[in-house]
C-alpha cells in the first residue's frame, strides 16, 4: 500500500435513529458520505455501528450472553440480517458519492473465543485496499469458539483493524463533541476532555469503579478502552461529534476539530 490506512467509525446513534427500532438516518448517511467524498483519503476503511438495527433485536435474544438455547438462532439470524440491510444502506450513500465502497461481512471471516477476535481472515480486506476500494464492515454476530456465538462490536472491530493493517490513524465519530468528565447530556457542568492517554483513561476508569460509579460518560469509558490495543502500539485515535457537519470530513483531512485525541504518552 502507498500510504497507510486511515481506519474510521461511525456510530450507530449517528447513522440510525436510536429511539425507534430499524429506523435509519438517510439525511446522516448522505452528508457523512458527502464529506468523506470530499476528503478523498487514499486508503480508507470504514466501520459502521448497529444503532437501532442492531442493538434491540442482540438484546431481545441475549446474544451478548453465547449460546444458550436454540430460540436464540433465529435471534443470531435476525441480528446479522438488520445489521446487513444498515451496511447496504451506508454502502448504497457511499456509492452514490462515486465512492467505489464495498460491504464485507464480519461474521463471514471472524471467529471470536470468549467474545474476542480470535482469527481474522483479512487477504480480500487487503486486496481491496490495495485495488482502491473503500472496504465497509461491522459490528456483527460471529461464531465463538467458547461461547458458540457472540457479538463482535464495532469498537472491538476498529481496534483490530488498525493493528492489522498498521493504520496511520482512528477516527470515531459519535453523537458527542468526545470524551466529557461526566455525562454532557445531564449534567451541564460536563467538561471536554480533548487530550487523553491510554494511563490517563486507566486512572479515570479505576477512579469510577472504586467510588462504585457507573461509567457515568454512557458507556464511552468503555467503549474507549477496546481502542487502546491500536493506541498502544502507536496508532493515535480522534473522537469526534459526527452529528455535526463537516467534522467528520476536518478529522479526514488532518485540520482543527473539536474532539478528544488519545495517544500513547
Known amino acids: 500500500m502507498s500510504a497507510k490506512p486511515v481506519v474510521l467509525k461511525l456510530g450507530g446513534s449517528v447513522i440510525t435513529r436510536k429511539e425507534k427500532p430499524l429506523t435509519p438516518n438517510l439525511p446522516a448517511m448522505k452528508r457523512l458520505a458527502r464529506e468523506i467524498s470530499k476528503a478523498a483519503v487514499p486508503q480508507l ?27 436464540q438462532l433465529l435471534g443470531f439470524s435476525k441480528t446479522h440480517q438488520a445489521m446487513v440491510v444498515l451496511n447496504r444502506m451506508v454502502v448504497d450513500a457511499l456509492i452514490q458519492r462515486n465512492i467505489p465502497a464495498v460491504g464485507l461481512q464480519p461474521s463471514s471471516c471472524a471467529v471470536s473465543k470468549s467474545g474476542r477476535i480470535h482469527t481474522m481472515e483479512d487477504e480480500p480486506l487487503r486486496r481491496l485496499l490495495e485495488s482502491g476500494f473503500v472496504p465497509v464492515l461491522y459490528g456483527d454476530t460471529v461464531v465463538d469458539l467458547d461461547m458458540g456465538f457472540s457479538i463482535l462490536s464495532g469498537d472491538q472491530l476498529v481496534a483490530h483493524l488498525a493493528v492489522l493493517l498498521n493504520a496511520n490513524r482512528v477516527i470515531v465519530g459519535i453523537d458527542e463533541d468526545g470524551l466529557y468528565s461526566c455525562d454532557p447530556k445531564v449534567d451541564p457542568s460536563a467538561r471536554l476532555i480533548s487530550h487523553a492517554t491510554p494511563q490517563e483513561l486507566k486512572n479515570m476508569r479505576e477512579g469510577l469503579e472504586k467510588a462504585k460509579t457507573p461509567d457515568v460518560t454512557g458507556g464511552m469509558l468503555g467503549k474507549i478502552a477496546e481502542l487502546m490495543p491500536a493506541v498502544e502500539r502507536g496508532v493515535s485515535a480522534l473522537i ?19 474532539g478528544t485525541l488519545i495517544e500513547k504518552e
Open 45 to 71: 476503511v470504514l466501520v459502521h455501528g448497529g444503532g437501532s438495527f442492531g442493538h434491540p433485536l442482540a438484546k431481545r435474544y441475549s446474544l451478548e450472553k453465547g449460546f444458550r438455547d436454540s430460540s
Open 240 to 258: 469526534v461529534n459526527a452529528a455535526k457537519a463537516n467534522n467528520v470530513y476536518r478529522a479526514l483531512k488532518g485540520e482543527s476539530v473539536v
